[in-house]
């Protein structure tokens, strides 16, 4: 390389000291010395400046080539882009047809668990209001029968007596009492009955209202966020949650 610049500098001076041509701005310079200087010159550039120029020469081609696998790798990753969008929406709406089955089998679940509890709840009911109502009836009839064998004995009693006037009078007082005594005996028993009736229901009632409750919860949890933080769901096979109801707890 050092020689190309001093072949350069021999020309400069060669031209610079050549003899000029008469009104004209030119000179006369020895031909075979420049010839041989330049080449020199050409000889001592070094391979690579040719090699560049044929890349400068190819530029346009390199850059196409360069543009077209540009191209190609944008369009290939916009196309897996796409498929990995397209793969993310297919699983999410997968997940989401899960979510909405599972929500929906709860519900069923609930509701058919709704149905059985207060099935079960009318059957209990009915059962307890027929005992009662047998109950009731037997307190009944033997609160008849005490008071219809009062009063037979009563009249016995008077009938005995009738003769003596001291005696009658006192039969009519204790008949009176012993009627007295029986229909106090038979209030006696219907309040007894119909406080026991009374107590039934409102045992009933209440576990009316404890399965109304039970339900109306399940079914506003159902109705919560799912999968979300207070989202906790409802056990069904637990049975009924205690609670403190009219001063005692109940189950």
Do not use: W
């Not at 190609?72 to 297919?90: D, F, G």
């Amino acid at each position: 390389m050092y020689r190309v610049f001093e072949a350069l500098d021999e020309l400069v001076t060669i031209v610079e000291e050549a003899r000029g041509v008469p009104m004209t701005s030119g000179c006369v310079v020895p031909r075979g010395d420049v010839l041989e200087l330049l080449d020199d010159v050409r000889d001592a550039i070094p391979a690579e400046l040719d090699d560049a120029q044929d890349v400068l020469d190819h530029r346009d081609e390199v850059l196409t080539k360069a543009r077209t696998e540009s191209e190609t790798s944008v369009t290939s990753a916009r196309a897996e882009a796409e498929q990995t969008v397209s793969q993310a929406r297919a699983e999410a709406e997968h997940m989401l047809a899960e979510a909405r089955a599972r929500a929906e089998r709860m519900v069923s679940e609930a509701q058919a668990e709704a149905e059985r509890t207060v099935t079960a709840g009318r059957r209990e009911y009915e059962d307890l209001v027929g005992r009662s109502q047998d109950e009731a009836d037997r307190m009944i009839q033997a609160g008849r029968t005490s008071y219809e064998r009062a009063v037979e004995e009563g009249r016995a009693e008077q009938a005995r007596l009738v003769e003596q006037t001291e005696v009658v009078r006192a039969a009519h007082a204790e008949a009176s009492r012993l009627v007295d005594a029986a229909n106090a005996e038979s209030e006696r028993l219907r309040g007894e009955c119909d406080a026991y009736v009374d107590s039934k229901l409102a045992d009933f009632e209440d576990l009316l209202g404890r399965t109304l409750r039970t339900v109306t919860k399940g079914r506003q949890q159902l109705r919560g966020p799912i999968g979300g933080p207070s989202a906790v769901p409802f056990d069904y096979q637990d049975g009924y949650r205690e609670e403190e109801v009219g001063g005692r707890l109940r189950r």
